[in-house]
């Protein structure tokens, strides 16, 4: 039983995984704080690429 435990307590085939899911959420956590701090101003870039794409640009008779 001892073997066993001593062998679990050494593979590490995981932490992988958890160190990707670390980084991961890490990178997650800065897109959201970017998004917030930047928040009001992509807005209104938006809302202006939107009025310039609706806009009416056919030729007036």
């Known amino acids: 039983m001892m073997e066993k435990m001593m062998k679990l307590m050494k593979d590490e085939s995981g932490q992988g995984m958890a160190e990707y899911g670390l980084i991961l959420a890490g990178v997650a956590v800065v897109v ?24 009416d640009h056919s030729p007036t008779p």
């Open 32 to 55: 959201m704080v970017a998004l917030v701090a930047l928040g009001g101003g992509l807005t209104d870039l938006f809302d202006r690429v939107t009025d310039d794409v609706t806009e």
